[in-house]
């Protein structure tokens, strides 16, 4: 969740064949299971109009796809109780400050990239760290034209509800909340501080980084975004690595179905060795990455 902004391309990966040729690559999977197809989309959550139409690519993911699944069953969503379930966890009612869970130093640090991006971080005075650094980060994405209703999911959302297509989930609001509010103090701080550090840098590598999402430059990804996610040991276990591997066991399960899966999922869930392609290269499954064609965009 805190890295929104992440496309992906893998290359190189045993038993999994490269995009062809005649187009360029996108960040979309065809799993073969042994009745069924499983499509696994690299979602960017917010997007921008200049980012639309979306690729052809997916359409005809979607037209093949009996059932549509997200990280969370968007269309069953009560937006007020997610507020409410993040206000919860997330918000200090006992007088504790954002500056006593940062501690004095790292507060300082903090006050210096905020005010460098034109962040109130006083705003932010009772909210626990890994809520203040969502909270920067959707101001940020805002502030350069990012809209959720604008994002991969939202939109896919809105066609399946129009369509009668069924939609599920991976996950729920809280289990999602409890991953960021279990986190480790340490890795809260280093979640916030990274987030304002990043943020001054945003709209100049904005661009870039959509464009690697839709061509699957994934050099540019990794060293944009992976390499500094993994860095921080606890925030890549609990927030990619553990839900991959859940993931992958449920996406293993529905391979003997006799539906068809389009599986959209935040794009870093689908990077590296420990992605979900690469998982479930693992077990043994067929999997193709999908190109969009040379002659769309």
Request: proline share 4%; hydrophobic share 45%; net charge negative.
């Amino acid at each position: 969740m805190t890295r929104v902004l992440c496309g992906v391309f893998l290359w190189f990966i045993s038993g999994i064949a490269l995009a062809g040729d005649d187009g360029h690559p996108f960040t979309m999977w065809h799993v073969a299971g042994e009745t069924n197809s499983v499509y696994l989309l690299g979602s960017i959550h917010l997007l921008r109009k200049q980012d639309h139409p979306l690729p052809t690519v997916i359409d005809e993911a979607y037209a093949d796809a009996d059932i549509v699944v997200m990280e969370l069953d968007m269309d069953d969503m009560d937006p007020m109780y997610a507020q409410s379930a993040s206000n919860k966890l997330g918000v200090r009612t006992d007088g504790t400050t954002l500056r006593d869970l940062m501690g004095d130093d790292l507060y300082a640090q903090a006050e210096d990239a905020a005010a460098a991006i034109d962040i109130p971080l006083d705003m932010l005075d009772q909210s626990e760290p890994w809520l203040a650094a969502i909270t920067v980060e959707i101001m940020m994405l805002y502030r350069v034209g990012f809209n959720p209703l604008l994002g991969v999911e939202m939109t896919m959302t809105q066609r399946a509800v129009a369509d009668g297509k069924p939609i599920e989930g991976l996950e729920t609001v809280d289990e999602q909340l409890s991953f960021l509010d279990n986190l480790p103090i340490k890795a809260q701080r280093q979640m916030l501080l990274q987030t304002l550090i990043d943020g001054g840098e945003m709209a100049e590598s904005i661009d870039e980084l959509v464009d690697a999402w839709h061509h699957g430059d994934i050099a540019k990804i990794e060293e944009s975004l992976l390499t500094s996610f993994e860095e921080q040991a606890e925030l890549n276990d609990a927030l990619l690595v553990s839900r991959n591997l859940r993931w992958t066991e449920t996406i293993s399960d529905w391979l003997d179905d006799d539906r068809d899966y389009l599986v959209v999922v935040g794009a870093l869930h689908l990077i590296g060795d420990t992605g979900v392609p690469a998982l479930l290269a693992e077990r043994g499954f067929g999997i193709h990455q999908l190109s969009e064609p040379a002659t769309v965009r």
